[in-house]
């Protein structure tokens, strides 16, 4: 049986609560379709010490302030799941947990969406999938020979699953470093922390409320056509979190260079010399998950379908939501994606009607 919509919100994470929130706004007719079997996202998924970078009431999806969590400057991951599986109770949004969204078609004036439970009918169609269910492993020389552990920073969880063992962490950007710390101020694990290039901390009393507002200040001014200002990437890559601040006074955070391959017990550096490793943590990001628009071909470069804001360029009744800057700046972010969120609803509203 086909059931019918106006809009398909595919993922029922942050971004898609997002877009739920406005398009109830708009008065149009939707469903949000998300494969977890629970409320809150890829944020139920992260590894137990992660905080927010920014304190609560600079975290909010649009309409519903995140309340702050006692004890704590910078909230962690459950606060963000409570809040988010608040936020969807609060508003009745229409999200189907459980269903897995295999591929969108066109079908004519419409979007055919196949999932796993049914087919679906829209008119429209809003991906908010995220990049957490596609991680990245860059192809290291000698990865296929190493014979200890390899995660991923989706397979993060603990200091404590690598009690006694020397860990290495790859990667420079947050991640890497919140995990590098957590490692390291546990003292019972020997962590080392490789980046391609020395890593930059950002100053200590710059968080996510202050690089959303520079994110936003570099927006206006390019659509003024005004001087690019850089924006987050003049400023470093590591935002200064509490366990991040105290792994790095304390030098225990001081990264080496990348090694130039790994070996069946460890890994070769540059100057030839070895050392063993029991585990590799790869801190090498993410894709977009995209895999179930691959039917409409829309593929451009990097692996991305290009956009203008969140349209694909395309397919009109397609717009993309929180992917990162490519889909607006901070659009992959709690306080940035609601402004892209009510651009596209406001698009599709005009789009369907």
């Not at 890559?237 to 790095?248: E, G, H, L, S, T």
Request: net charge neutral; glycine share 12%.
């Amino acid at each position: 049986m086909t059931q019918h919509t106006d809009v398909v919100v595919v993922g029922g994470g942050q971004a898609g609560l997002a877009a739920g929130y406005h398009l109830r706004r708009q008065g149009l007719d939707f469903v949000i379709l998300d494969a977890d079997p629970a409320p809150g996202g890829s944020w139920q998924h992260m590894w137990d010490s992660l905080h927010l970078f920014s304190p609560a009431q600079h975290s909010s999806l649009p309409g519903r302030l995140m309340p702050a969590q006692p004890g704590e400057t910078y909230p962690d991951a459950g606060h963000v799941v409570d809040y988010l599986t608040d936020y969807e109770k609060g508003y009745d949004l229409p999200v189907q947990h459980g269903t897995r969204v295999d591929a969108v078609r066109r079908d004519g004036e419409g979007l055919l969406v196949e999932t796993d439970t049914g087919i679906w009918r829209a008119r429209a169609v809003i991906s908010a999938t995220g990049t957490w269910s596609r991680p990245f492993l860059p192809d290291a020389p000698g990865r296929v020979v190493f014979t200890g552990r390899q995660l991923h920073t989706v397979n993060y969880r603990c200091p404590a699953d690598f009690v006694g063992q020397h860990v290495i962490v790859v990667g420079g950007g947050n991640s890497g470093a919140q995990i590098a710390a957590g490692l390291a101020l546990d003292g019972r694990v020997e962590v080392t922390w490789v980046t391609q290039r020395p890593p930059q901390f950002l100053a200590d009393d710059i968080d996510g409320h202050a690089l959303f507002d520079v994110a936003t200040a570099r927006r206006r001014a390019l659509e003024q056509g005004r001087s690019d200002t850089g924006g987050i990437a003049s400023l470093g890559d590591i935002v200064a979190v509490p366990p991040v601040r105290a792994a790095r006074d304390a030098a225990l955070l001081t990264a080496k260079p990348m090694f130039s391959q790994l070996t069946p017990g460890g890994v070769r550096w540059a100057d030839g010399s070895e050392a063993g490793v029991d585990t590799v943590i790869w801190c090498t990001g993410f894709r977009p998950a995209l895999s179930h628009l691959a039917p409409l071909n829309l593929r451009g470069t990097h692996g991305r379908i290009p956009t203008d804001g969140t349209r694909a360029l395309g397919e009109p009744r397609l717009h993309l939501l929180g992917y990162g800057d490519w889909t607006g700046p901070a659009s992959a972010t709690l306080i940035g994606v609601g402004r892209r969120a009510r651009d596209a609803a406001r698009a599709l509203t005009a789009l369907l009607r």
